[in-house]
């Protein structure tokens, strides 16, 4: 089974600047999909960006970016430029990828709780 | 576009009670999943449907939970009866079933046992 830890359970960073949340993941599949959720608080978990396993271009989404070192397992999110928006849980998230469909639900992590100061 | 639509959206019950909750996901989503999350950690899936049928249930409680997807569009959860561990917040999400299809998340549906 997949596992995904996320080893910082808060961060905080001064409106502007530049933080990264860190995320390990161990399996055994060569392709599969990691993702970063965004919940802010008491509302709906959105996408903030995806990275497939196979390719080596690390994904980017304005100003939010990944750092994918597929040997490593590690996938970390860049926040540039961040805004008191970002305030919010971040969950870094793993689904399996399977073909003829079948089970391929996510995996989170505990998730990292971002401050934004002003 | 509508999203994914649950309810309610609180609901407090005294422990050995029951309760169910429901879930609409977006128009056209195949796939539908449930998930718990408690407290300061991360959601953990407890059931998924692909169109009207099981596809995976390992980590769904079933002395205590069950769940259907009638017709493979809106789906409930019920939970007879509920425990103190079982204040959570329930998660619905769907998506097109597609190996890289985004999962679309409810606002969910926050439980407290007493």
């Known amino acids: 089974a997949q596992t995904v830890t996320q080893s910082q359970p808060e961060m905080s960073v001064q409106e502007a600047e530049t933080v990264t949340l860190s995320c390990t993941y161990d399996?055994?599949?060569?392709?599969?999909?990691l993702f970063w959720y965004k919940q802010p608080p008491s509302r709906q978990m959105i996408l903030v960006i995806r990275?497939?396993?196979?390719?080596?271009q690390n994904a980017t989404e304005n100003r939010f970016s990944v750092n994918f070192q597929k040997a490593a397992k590690s996938f970390s999110l860049k926040i540039s430029d961040s805004q008191l928006g970002d305030a919010a849980m971040y969950f870094c998230?793993?689904?399996?990828?399977?073909?003829?469909?079948?089970?391929?639900?996510?995996?989170f992590g505990k998730g990292t709780h971002l401050i934004i100061q002003p | 576009e509508a999203g994914v639509a649950q309810s309610p959206r609180y609901k407090i019950i005294e422990k050995r009670q029951s309760v169910a909750f429901w879930c609409n996901p977006i128009?056209?989503?195949?796939?539908l999943y449930w998930y718990q999350q408690i407290l300061g950690q991360g959601p953990k899936l407890l059931i998924q449907?692909?169109?009207?049928?099981?596809?995976?249930d390992s980590q769904l409680p079933k002395d205590r939970f069950s769940a259907e997807r009638l017709k493979g569009v809106d789906s409930t959860l019920k939970i007879q009866p509920a425990k103190l561990e079982d204040s959570a917040v329930y998660l619905c999400?769907?998506?097109?079933?597609?190996?890289?299809?985004?999962?679309?998340f409810g606002e969910g549906s926050r439980l407290t046992v007493l």
């Open positions: 999400a769907s998506s097109l079933g597609t190996a890289t299809g985004e999962l679309f």
């Open positions: 998230a793993y689904k399996t990828i399977l073909a003829g469909g079948g089970a391929d639900g996510l995996t």
């Open positions: 990275q497939e396993a196979y390719k080596q």
């Open positions: 399996t055994s599949e060569s392709d599969y999909y």
């Open positions: 449907f692909q169109n009207n049928g099981v596809v995976d």
């Open positions: 128009s056209g989503h195949a796939t």
